[in-house]
Each structure stands twice: as structure tokens, then as C-alpha cells.
């Protein structure tokens, strides 16, 4: 089945500074969504980009769908940034079932 | 707009008890799911559902039993429960079974003793 990777699994910020996650896939998808869970467990959808490239505010995400992998930008991290962000995509085979990737911890410190 | 509504957020069972994790939506979402989260493992899916009636198995289905019988409601019923079903479980939902983001619930956190 398809393999979801994502990187860096852990990143440490400082407050301000910007980042860049990256998630691998090796299949072709119809379906790619960047999820963050914060630290109390709540997972929020940030953006459902199975190709192009979406803004929210300070995040970002671009999806090349062609060569398999998609990026999620966060700029001026802010401590409530903190937590873990999930890439999961849909492949375009099997089209019920996301695959998640294992995450990238994300701590901004103050 | 209430979203996806998960009751109840914590529970202790005792081995070999039963109980039912609510799930509803107001969305008028066709797909809806159940995963289960641990430790080192990810989100790992359940059971899921792409409209009334019509549910399927995920990765990790044994011990768990689920229905639609109403696009709203996709409870997920725990048969008998065992101390491997300790964990956090999220109710999703989705527009379609092919397209669309995914809202979730804010979780149960079971323990099963």
C-alpha cells in the first residue's frame, strides 16, 4: 500500500522564527489534507491540498502531486503552533481510506 | 454549527464490560469513521461508513462492532472490553468517501482496567 513519510519527525523552534514540513508519499493520491494536533489532543484540518497551493494566515501548504511530496510553511511560529502536524492522504485507488504519516512534533519555545 | 460531537470525553471500564462511544454530525457529511490513537502508532482506523447503512472494516476492527442507520449518528460499540483497547478515539467526518477535509471530534480518552 501506499508509504506516507513525513520529516523532520521533531523540530524546535524559537518564537518568531519559520519553518518547513515536508510529506513524501509514494503513490498517486487523490486526497491530502495537513492536520495539527495540539497539546490537549484536539486535531484540527488546516488545509485539504491533493495539488496546488493554499494560505491560512501564517501557514501555508503546497502540494506537487507529480513528484509526491507536499510542504507545509509556518511563519512567525508562535508557542500555540506547538504540537504535532499529520499528513494524510487518500490513495487514488483506494479512494475510502486516508494513510496517515507518523507526524513532526513541533515545540516553539518563548 | 456544532461539528462533530463525541460523548463521552473520558471512561474507565472494567475488562469484559460493554459500552457505546457516541459519534454525531451536523454537516450532512456522507463519510464518517472511527480511529483509535496510541502511543507511537499513529491514528489507526477502526471502522468507517460512506452513508446510511453501508459500513466497512479499517486496520484494526476486532473487538469492535459499528451501524448507521441515520447520516448524523455512527456510534462505535466496544463488545467486550480489554485492556489492549485502552486509548484515545476520534470520530471523523468527511463530505464524501472521495473528496473533502476531514472535521474531527474532540475525543474519548478510554481506559479499560
Known amino acids: 500500500g501506499i508509504q506516507v513519510e513525513q520529516s523532520p519527525p521533531d523540530l524546535i523552534l524559537q518564537e518568531g522564527a519559520n519553518s518547513t514540513l515536508r510529506c513524501n508519499f509514494s503513490?498517486?493520491?487523490?486526497?491530502l489534507q495537513w492536520f495539527h494536533q495540539n497539546p490537549w489532543g484536539q486535531l484540527i484540518n488546516l488545509f485539504y491540498?491533493?495539488?496546488?497551493?493554499k494560505q491560512n494566515g501564517r501557514l501555508s501548504a503546497t502540494t506537487v502531486a507529480t513528484e509526491r511530496y507536499s510542504l507545509l510553511y509556518i511563519s512567525s511560529s508562535q508557542t500555540t503552533d506547538s504540537g504535532v502536524y499529520f499528513c494524510?492522504?487518500?490513495?487514488?485507488?483506494?479512494?475510502?481510506?486516508?494513510?496517515w504519516g507518523l507526524g513532526t512534533s513541533l515545540a516553539v519555545n518563548p | 454549527n456544532a461539528g462533530v460531537t463525541q460523548t463521552p470525553k473520558f471512561q474507565v471500564l472494567k475488562t469484559g464490560q460493554s459500552m457505546t462511544l457516541q459519534c454525531a454530525q451536523d454537516?450532512?457529511?456522507?463519510?464518517m469513521s472511527w480511529y483509535r490513537q496510541d502511543p507511537g502508532m499513529g491514528l489507526r482506523l477502526i471502522h468507517y461508513?460512506?452513508?446510511?447503512?453501508?459500513?466497512d472494516q479499517g486496520e484494526v476492527p476486532n473487538g469492535y462492532n459499528v451501524s448507521r442507520s441515520t447520516t448524523e449518528d455512527f456510534p462505535l460499540r466496544l463488545l467486550s472490553a480489554a485492556p489492549s483497547q485502552t486509548s484515545v478515539y476520534f470520530c471523523?467526518?468527511?463530505?464524501?468517501?472521495?473528496?473533502?477535509?476531514?472535521?474531527f471530534g474532540s475525543g474519548t480518552r478510554l481506559t479499560v482496567v
Open positions: 471523523a467526518s468527511s463530505p464524501t468517501s472521495t473528496g473533502g477535509g476531514y472535521t
Open positions: 461508513s460512506v452513508g446510511a447503512g453501508i459500513t
Open positions: 454537516m450532512n457529511h456522507e463519510y
Open positions: 494524510a492522504v487518500r490513495n487514488a485507488g483506494n479512494n475510502r481510506k486516508l494513510i
Open positions: 491540498i491533493p495539488s496546488g497551493t
Open positions: 503513490d498517486s493520491v487523490n486526497n
